[in-house]
């Protein structure tokens, strides 16, 4: 993916939601919901505050937080038209929006094309219309289909958002979920963990004790089994996890949230990576490994607990790890007394 860009997110909560989603806890309000002309004095103040380092990165406004081509087309318009002004300076890219599956026909995408809009984030969640159905999403996986090829037949950006660990979901319904959306190519995916947030539907399901969420562990392990299959794939993983704010920290109640949960996915693929190479291979009670630099602490995983984990398993006395630069990133090599054995996290997943 070239570099990723700058953008400036404009909040419209459930703006065009049609129900409430289980998961969601965005409230319908009128009030915190800027007016089309604040988002202009909004605009120009993020503008303003660009550091001159990232002056020449491409910008866009993004309309997050709700399903934004599910409103009423006249609600649509008057905030894409404030951002005219700045695309035609030059000021702004483009436009980005968020939205749901079922409310993107040919009519508004003609819309969204007309407005500038390059990058269309679909809220998928998961492509088992079971797992859509108990979540309340109000789709199904078909229409994730149709919508992403009417996209890409538009020459849009598509960037599919996935959840793990709604309601009936399973990590064999997962895999099958990214199966599904790898056959449709998008630009870009997003995997977030199911969380129970204060003053969503969901809540009370939990309380009732009818909604379990995943262990931190488990979201883990499912992550470990799929990224790889999107590595393999090419298509690019822009997040995994939840980025940490102070609403999240606010309304967090249960669920597999971790700060750094990218972080534990790739440590704990990394430990495979090792596994398999110490598995292999012949020991004298130590092991040497090298990766590049800047994938030492994944290999090490969160307080050395892949190294403790492999000395004990293969009764290793020492385990060493060297960075170098020139191995390409994802690379994991082992000097074993035969000589140096290596293994990409890419092979490991096919
Ligand atoms: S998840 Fe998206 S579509 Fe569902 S209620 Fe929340 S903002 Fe609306």
Known sequence: MASSPLIIPVFLPNLGCREQC????????????????SVCNFIGASLAD??????????????????????????????LK?????LASGLIDSIRISTRPDALDEETLSLLKEYGVKTVEVGVQSMVDEVLFLSKRGHCAEDTVSATS??????????????????????????????????????FIRIH????????????????????PLHLDEAVQWLRKGLPKLEN?????????????????????????????RQLVDSAIFFDMATSLLQNSQKNGQALFFCHPKEVSNLR?????????????FKLSKILIDGKQELPRGTLVLQAQEGEVSIHRKSYGS
């Open 22 to 37: 289980l998961f969601c806890n965005q409230k319908a309000a009128a009030e915190g919901l800027p007016s089309p002309s």
């Open 50 to 79: 660009i550091p001159y380092n990232k002056k020449n990165r491409e910008k866009q406004v993004a309309f997050y937080g709700g399903s934004f081509t599910a409103i009423h087309r006249d609600d649509q318009v008057p905030y």
């Open 82 to 86: 404030k951002v005219q002004p700045f």
């Open 150 to 187: 009417r996209l890409k037949r538009r020459r849009f950006e598509v960037g599919l958002h996935l959840m793990i660990g709604l309601p009936g979901d399973t990590c064999d319904r997962f895999l099958q979920t990214l199966d599904r959306v790898i056959e449709l190519k998008p630009d």
């Open 193 to 212: 963990p199911t969380l129970v947030l204060k003053g969503a539907p969901l809540e009370n399901l939990w309380r009732d004790g009818r909604y379990s």
């Open 233 to 261: 794939s090419s298509i690019p993983v822009a997040r995994i996890g939840l980025q940490p704010t102070q609403e999240l920290e606010r309304d967090f109640l249960a669920g597999p949230y971790h700060p750094s949960f």
């Open 301 to 313: 995983g969160q307080k050395n607990e892949n190294i403790m984990r492999l000395k004990e398993h």
